[in-house]
């Protein structure tokens, strides 16, 4: 007998792709409904932590913002500076200055903001804020801080109504000349 040589050969047939499918979808649909249990983490247990000494070359900070809501919201970070520089939507960056707001989110479902400083160079205390400006209820508001000594989530906060929070302050002294000690107190 002749085989034919038109005939296709198959490695998978399609009962075995029709598997593979369906695992994919359920291992999408557990990741899905795992989601928000999965960044939901427990608020800290203390108000201030002193991150320790971290070396005076190569200082930067960078803070972020994000929240994953059903509907479009506008929550902003605020940054205020040691010297009282204001980092917002209204003004992301100064002449001059290695700061600026870089990711500024305005009415979406799961929004992201960011503001960098590559070169600290200033000692003194940062004041980190949210505000609501979409004024919805019930926002879930996470957040972080990342420096060249390790990454500082900050506590998740539920944002109602057209209110501003405090929600860190990040205090940087000089110990010497290579050495400055930092401190981030959370409220």
Do not use: C
């Not at 944002?159 to 990040?170: F, P, T």
């Amino acid at each position: 007998m002749r085989r034919n040589r038109k005939q296709e050969i198959n490695i998978f047939s399609m009962s075995a792709l029709d598997l593979f499918a369906s695992a994919l979808g359920a291992f999408i649909l557990i990741a899905i409904v795992a989601l928000p249990y999965y960044l939901n983490t427990d608020k800290h247990k203390y108000n201030h932590k002193n991150i320790g000494n971290i070396s005076a070359k190569n200082k930067f900070f960078i803070i972020t913002m994000y929240w994953i809501e059903k509907q479009k919201q506008d929550i902003d970070l605020i940054i205020k500076d040691p010297s009282g520089r204001i980092y917002s939507y209204k003004h992301k960056s100064y002449k001059g200055i290695d700061a600026k707001l870089i990711f500024d989110a305005v009415n979406v479902k799961n929004g992201l903001e960011m503001w960098t400083n590559y070169k600290v160079s200033q000692k003194g205390t940062w004041e980190i804020y949210y505000s609501n400006y979409s004024g919805n209820k019930n926002i879930k508001v996470y957040g972080a801080l990342y420096t060249n000594t390790g990454t500082y989530k900050f506590p998740i906060h539920i944002m109602s109504g057209k209110v501003k929070k405090k929600v860190a302050n990040i205090s940087l002294g000089s110990i010497s000349s290579n050495v400055q000690k930092l401190k981030v107190e959370f409220f």
